[in-house]
C-alpha cells in the first residue's frame, strides 16, 4: 500500500487500509519467497507516531543447508512499526511510502541462518562407495602412499 504522509497526518486517527498481492523474489541464492505475497497493511497517524501493521502471508522455496534439497514452507508474519513524521520524511524524501517495501525487509529477516527442511534432517545420506571412496580407503591403507600423504598434510597446514 502506498501511504501519503501528509494525508495521514491530515486525517489523524483514520484508518488507511489495504490488502495486496505482491510478486516474489529472490532472496539469497538459496531463498526464494514466492508468488503471491498477501500483505495486509493498516496505517494511521495518532499522537505524533505513524503506526504501521503488517500481516505478510507467504511461502517460501529454499535449499536445505543439511541435505541440500530444495523444499517450501508456508509462513505468516506481524509486523507492527512505529515511526515519527521525522523519521519518515529523511527515509521517503517523496512523501510516500510504500508499506511493500517494509514486507520485504520483514521476510528477509525472518529467513533463518540455518536453512533446515526439517529439524531432525541428518543431512547427506551415504550412498555406498564411489570411485572416489575408493581411492581414499588404497591410499589409507598403503604405506607407499605414508610419505605422500605426509607432505600433503604439511602442505594443508601451510595453507
Ligand atoms: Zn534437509
New binding site residues.
Partial sequence: MKIDIALLVKNALERFEAQEELNGFAIYEDAQALSPIRLHTKAWYEQQIVHVHLIIEYRLRMV?S??L?E?EYEDKLVSKEKFTIEQLATMHPSGIFNSMQLAREAIILKIPMKK???ST?E?LVYKGFTEEWEDEIIFEGNPHFDKLKELLEKADKEV
Avoid: H
Fill in positions: 536445505c543439511r541435505c534439497s523444499f533446515l527442511c526439517e534432517c543431512g
